[in-house]
């Protein structure tokens, strides 16, 4: 796919399953990323992939304190 095919095609997720993203995907999608320009050629990110239920949601959790909300926003 093109990149502007991509961007003209492109759509927002606002619902998500709760079927987990394939290993070899979730490699790719980092890599991906790690491979993405960065200021200067700084590559500041680190990019951790939590992959179990329990973690993702005391994370949530946590991220609602930080946003002073009941919910993760």
């Known amino acids: 796919m093109e990149t502007i095919e991509a961007l003209i095609h492109r759509r927002s997720c606002r619902k998500y399953s709760n079927r987990p993203v394939e290993a070899e995907k979730l490699a790719r999608i980092i890599e ?5 320009p960065s200021g200067m050629g700084r ?16 994370l ?3 991220n609602a304190q ?7 926003p």
């Open 32 to 36: 991906a990323g790690q491979y993405a």
């Open 43 to 58: 590559q500041p990110v680190t990019f951790v992939a939590v992959t179990d239920p329990a973690t993702v949601e005391r």
């Open 60 to 62: 949530s959790q946590l």
């Open 66 to 72: 930080v946003m002073d909300s009941n919910s993760d």
